[in-house]
């Protein structure tokens, strides 16, 4: 990560987003342990072909 980060920085860079499941706990701890904050929430619905 300090080299991707370091990198995006080269490239001026301000800002870096990372996506990850809702449910893994263990990537959002690691990522919050790096600095990164959560601030958005997606929904997502599946929908069945057999619903009306």
Same mark, same amino acid.
């Given at each position: 990560? %300090? =080299? @991707?980060?370091?990198? =995006?920085?080269?490239?001026?860079?301000?800002?870096?987003?990372?996506?990850?499941? %809702?449910?893994?706990?263990?990537?959002? $701890? #690691?990522? @919050?342990?790096? $600095? #990164?904050?959560?601030?958005?929430?997606?929904?997502?619905?599946?929908?069945?072909?057999?619903?009306?």
């Amino acid at each position: 990560m %300090a =080299a @991707a980060e370091g990198w =995006a920085r080269g490239q001026g860079v301000r800002h870096l987003t990372l996506e990850t499941a %809702a449910g893994n706990a263990a990537a959002r $701890g #690691f990522y @919050a342990s790096l $600095g #990164f904050r959560e601030e958005a929430v997606r929904l997502t619905r599946v929908l069945d072909a057999g619903e009306p």
